[in-house]
């Protein structure tokens, strides 16, 4: 008799071993990805290590917005084939993740912000991605609710449609990986902080955490917002910077918004979750910081340009706001590969505002990477080594919260 509820645990606790072939630093959905997919391909000797628990970092703290239409010839496939990834992962982990492919519009208010969407959805198109310029009319009739009038500071002059972009239940997608990353025999430890890697002869031979020493001959960072430390732990640094970015949901309404809605002037984005509520979120903070707290300033500036997009809110009550860190490289884009002056440590960072949208993809390639050794051709373009060549991914322009 089929069940209604299971008492199955999710995940299991598993003692810490003194040596795994593979240490993974991060419990988020990069480091769960790469774990399920190093499974999937036998590596099962695996280690999860996170500070706090699981999913804590910027997994659980970001909008979850799914979509593909980038601006770059490296960026557009590398997040295309992790779109049509997340098309099939429910499936696949055999845990409904909640995946609401109802499209995403980035509307612009300006005509050179008109231009800059242009030319994204040209490179879309050339690369066969589904997107495609659409005018006010056309806004107005997938989003009922949208005000397009003439009589505000910013009127909508058109917007980019892109039919596959949507959203997703985020801790469920964390929970989906762990779980079956768990039940192929993977180690999940939390409350596990990386103190320390050990390496020698230009190679990573351990890490030493608060529950001990593990032996291993490959480490993979795959943190969000320390990833520099973590870097600094092994004895390098990365080009990176970490800017705080805040977002807020307000109380649950009736259905309203069956669009992902993103304002490429305004800076501020909009779409409702399955329980009702309106996600919303802005560009990232003007100042560096590690913090995670909320602030009023933000608030008030995230209320106010929704208002300009959708004025009929303006009763709504906000009931929760919080913030992740951003990890931001100079060109935009992330970091993915073996360190090239450390053999075994390997990067999954400097994701900034795009790092959720790329968890299946990331892991399955670092995971292909791990097990041959040999770089996929789909991540060289975003290699360490490529500030050091100046041959730089310039993913600025492909989000209106990054600018």
Not at 38 to 66: E, F, H, P
Not at 139 to 148: E, L
Not at 164 to 185: K, Q, S, T
Not at 213 to 240: E, F, K
Request: net charge positive; proline share 5%; glycine share 10%.
């Amino acid at each position: 008799m089929w069940q209604l509820f299971s008492r199955e645990r999710m995940w299991h606790r598993r003692d810490l071993q003194r040596r795994y072939d593979v240490v993974i630093i991060g419990a988020g959905v990069h480091g769960l990805a790469i774990a399920y997919y190093l499974c999937k391909r036998g590596i099962r000797n695996v280690a999860l290590l996170d500070k706090s628990y699981l999913g804590s970092g910027n997994s659980g703290r970001n909008t979850a917005i799914l979509r593909s239409n980038y601006r770059t010839a490296e960026g557009i496939p590398f997040y295309d084939e992790s779109m049509k990834m997340w098309e099939n992962l429910s499936e696949e982990l055999e845990y409904n993740l909640l995946f609401s492919q109802q499209g995403h519009i980035t509307v612009a208010h300006t005509d050179s912000a008109l231009a800059g969407l242009r030319v994204r959805a040209a490179a879309n198109q050339v690369l066969r991605v589904n997107t495609r310029l659409i005018d006010p009319p056309a806004i107005k009739r997938m989003v009922p609710a949208i005000y397009i009038g003439k009589n505000v500071r910013y009127p909508i002059v058109g917007g980019l449609y892109h039919p596959p972009g949507g959203n997703i239940r985020h801790d469920a997608v964390v929970w989906g990986y762990a779980r079956a990353a768990n039940r192929m025999g993977a180690s999940i430890h939390t409350r596990t902080e990386v103190i320390g890697i050990e390496r020698q002869n230009g190679r990573v031979t351990g890490v030493r955490t608060t529950a001990g020493d593990i032996q291993t001959s490959t480490v993979v960072n795959a943190t969000s917002g320390w990833c520099t430390t973590i870097a600094r732990m092994a004895g390098m640094s990365l080009p990176i910077t970490s800017f705080p970015l805040q977002a807020c949901v307000t109380e649950p309404l009736k259905p309203v918004l069956n669009k992902v809605i993103v304002s490429a002037n305004l800076h501020v984005y909009v779409n409702q979750s399955d329980r009702g509520e309106l996600v919303l979120g802005s560009e990232i903070d003007p100042y560096t910081s590690y913090s995670q707290r909320s602030t009023l300033p933000t608030l008030e500036m995230i209320a106010g340009h929704t208002l300009e997009l959708f004025p009929s809110l303006r009763h709504v009550a906000v009931m929760r706001q919080w913030g992740g860190v951003c990890d931001m490289t100079p060109d935009y884009s992330p970091i993915l590969g073996e360190a090239p002056q450390l053999k075994g440590f390997v990067l999954d960072v400097g994701w900034g505002t795009y790092g959720f949208k790329a968890g299946p993809v990331s892991g399955a390639r670092i995971a292909e990477l791990i097990e041959t050794g040999k770089t996929p051709e789909l991540i060289r373009p975003f290699l360490p080594s490529r500030f050091a060549e100046n041959q730089l991914v310039g993913e600025k322009a492909a989000a209106a919260v990054s600018t």
